[in-house]
DNA sequence: GATGAATGAGCTTTCATTCAT
DNA sequence: CATGAATGAAAGCTCATTCAT
């Protein structure tokens, strides 16, 4: 941030602007982000926005910030072990939920079509270490088999549920019990795997050329 | 496609371009890919870019048909019940594992960046059902419990399943055994579960605001 | 125009992209009329143009706009009873010959190479039937002989005197008193003619094929 | 011409293409009038047309001197002194009303629109010195006054019918008997006058700013 | 502090023209 | 002679960013 806002005015000023970008990132993507749009739905001048934000990128930044912190909440209380664990993973499932139930778009967009740029490296960085950190806390709560040293049982977990949780979005089917139910299903059945899959026979199907 | 090669150095021109697509896709992004980078990588001008795809979404949608044509083909070989399940979810999870493997990051792009256009609508939609539809087989062929009437099942398979492969891909871990092995387990977990998971009594977590 | 120069500044750069365009259209025609050349003519960057014109089609729009008002207020002058019917005369013929004197190609251009776009049609369509109306009320004015319920008495005099005038202007005679003695003379001669000439037997003079 | 056509398959190519130019001059105006599109028309390719029109410019040229020919032929009969003045009058109305019936939007876009390049200047320069004389021929043959030295005559009666015929045409009612009537009134009025009009005092009429 | 006018690099796209086949 | 694939300068236009007021 290129100058700290140093009055209550020039506070409400740069909430209002993290929030219209988040709000346009979620009508109108990426793409449909520009500097004005965000500083007219801001209701402030464009110029004022490039007193607090050095740039386009630095405006996202603050939005993914927020979107971070929640993500880590809901990885927090699905390893608190003062819960039972049915408690932990309906934690988990309810949580990404509310989550991507919010602005779902937005969501989505910021981790998938926002580039990251290289002075917002750092902030990116923690967050992806925590992140990592937080799930691999899940998976060793949760799961019913031996460490996962490689970090690649919590990854796995990780992206499916992402995944399964956007896919839902996209279908709009994300508040149906019945997704939650097969969410649930999911997370449980995985974690709860005591051995791993016989691989069969190295099968010859390939994809194309 | 604006214009028929009738000529076999066209067809090569036409083919050079879209595989640059591809690859500049992957390696840049949607953002990233602009019509001139494109032609560079492939080694022709920009004129002759234009005399093949009318326009730079016509880029992506050559290319989204080949990644369209090479998951139907997995899913297929996934449902097919000439083969006993385990040899099914091999077929389906290492047949992801080689789609993804060739332009990793290109096919994220190609299903969360780009946008899709009113002329490329038809081919999409005319896939989407295609998709849905296998998913569904996949499902019905391999699940041990009763059916998906809404369909959920088959989504959150297919969510969990590209979320999953996608974030190992981003990992570089995607060609590990171990990721494998891990995805393997996921979809037999999943897929084998006789009952659903109860849900707790409703837990107050939630995120923040 | 795609936003309103609240600035005095602003509005001094939207009169002198008007006028570069009125002048870079004369200078070089349609053809010759690009974005850059006029914002090059008037002095200012590309962007700016664009932050008050639209597009192309918008730029010429404004030029139509001060040349349609320069010819309406000299068509109500020659239809003004109050002066003698000479006066009124001289006025049309004067009046024709100093707007045609200011940027002489560049209304020729307007009028015969310029594509109207479709949402500049209304202000068209509205000149234009002022114009027809103007013409018309000229006609009834100064015409010695009877009515011109199909108005096309009115529009050969409004199509002659143009091309005459833009014919001059391309010679360079405008300014000639000859050129002004013999509009007077076309014109009013036109005008005095109590009956139309008779058509002599049909003449067999044609085209070749 | 690049390259003179020897045989006949050749030459029935060269008038191919050069009809197929007025005819897409005509459809879509000089904007409109790609080479392409010209070839295409013509049933020929790109290639071809490059074989025997050296550039675009050389193209309309084709069409220019067909066009210029048929005026000219009008002109000569219009100052043909063994036809009664009546006739020489009607001759020349007539053809202007003949040519412009055929391709109207053509014949306007041809001289109006299309620049005049270069090196097809001799062939205009040429058309235009025979133009002028022939309208001071006509001028000379039919004008009830005295000569007209300085050529001012001869063009306001060329620019005048140049600008009443097109008018028409735009309009549509080029084929009216009316418009006849009324062009021949207007071309016998001005030419019988035998004096000019005297100019009133210097009106105060101006044009705004 | 706040404003919005001004900037210009860079994008997508067209089309006259060349030349290998 | 004919073809059409290939070329690339140049056009219209966008938008992140700066800076005078």
């Known amino acids: 941030m290129r100058k700290l806002p140093r009055q209550a005015r020039a506070l409400a000023t ?16 990426w793409q449909g982000l520009t500097t004005n749009t ?25 939005v993914r910030r927020r ?9 927090r209380n699905a390893s608190d072990k003062t819960m039972p664990r ?7 499932v309810e949580g990404m939920i509310a989550i991507h139930s919010r602005y779902p778009a937005a969501h989505h967009a910021l981790l998938n079509e926002c580039p990251r740029g290289e002075d917002s490296r750092r902030t990116h960085d923690f967050f992806a270490k925590e992140w990592r950190k937080s799930y691999e806390a899940v998976f060793a709560a949760n799961a019913r088999r031996a460490g996962d040293q490689s970090g690649i049982g919590a990854s796995l977990l990780a992206g499916a ?9 996209r279908r709009g089917t994300l508040d ?11 997370v449980d059945a995985y974690l709860a795997r005591r051995q791993t899959v016989e691989l069969p026979e190295p099968a010859t199907t390939q994809a194309r050329r």
Not at 176 to 186: A, F, I, N, Y
């Open 14 to 29: 740069t909430d209002a602007i993290r929030d219209a970008a988040a709000h346009v990132l979620g009508e109108r993507g």
């Open 67 to 75: 979107h971070f912190d929640d993500i880590l909440l809901v990885l």
């Open 86 to 92: 049915e408690r932990r993973i309906a934690a988990l």
């Open 176 to 186: 149906s019990p019945v997704m939650k139910q097969e969410l649930l299903t999911m």
């Open 161 to 169: 549920l992402a995944g399964a949780v956007h896919e839902a979005a």
């Open 38 to 62: 965000v500083a007219e739905a801001a209701g402030v001048s464009i110029g004022s926005l490039y007193q607090y934000f050095p740039n386009k990128l630095a405006l996202i930044e603050a």
